[in-house]
């Protein structure tokens, strides 16, 4: 870990599914940082009526040490993170971490990770995050109330998108 120990982010949560993709495939579409956080740059309800844009360094996240950012507004407030790749081991595996404070809603600092496994003739994605909540008391407050319910949304947005990518047999479709 970079910033934050394990102990630091006491909550977990983790999502999976069979694809019908090789994990070659799955592991593809995973590591495109534009795709596998699509559901943060749609408005929907979870979002509070807005988007995040993700903004990739020159290594587009597929590196150790490459960095993600991510910047937008939700119900009026300015987020923005910064993620940092810190395993990557294709097609198997795949995690990153925030980096410095990120100005988030209802979870703080967060480890969040992919690993992809054969099965059959496709492939068991599980889409894990360990997170805190936000250090601020407005925040952390609703971090009690969503943040369970949040990080849930985001791991199980992540494994059904994939599934969807791969369930016609075709290519995943850029987004």
């Not at 844009?53 to 950012?69: A, F, M, P």
Request: with cysteine.
């Amino acid at each position: 870990m970079t910033d934050q120990s394990l102990n630091a982010l006491p909550h977990h949560d983790e999502s999976s599914a069979l694809v019908s993709a090789s994990p070659e495939r799955v592991f593809a579409l995973i590591d495109d940082h534009e795709r596998l956080s699509s559901h943060m740059s749609q408005s929907s309800w979870r979002m509070g009526g807005g988007r995040m844009k993700t903004i990739l360094d020159e290594r587009r996240g597929q590196s150790v040490g490459s960095h993600i950012g991510m910047s937008g507004r939700v119900l009026g407030v300015e987020l923005s993170l910064d993620e940092v790749v810190t395993e990557r081991e294709p097609p198997t595996r795949k995690v990153w971490e925030t980096v410095g404070a990120p100005r988030l809603l209802v979870i703080g600092a967060y480890r969040m990770g992919c690993v992809v496994t054969p099965s059959g003739s496709g492939s068991l994605l599980r889409v894990f995050i360990d997170y805190a909540l936000p250090a601020s008391w407005p925040a952390r407050w609703l971090g009690r109330v969503f943040g369970r319910s949040y990080a849930h949304w985001c791991t199980q947005r992540m494994v059904d998108d994939a599934v969807r990518q791969f369930a016609s047999g075709a290519e995943p479709r850029p987004e």
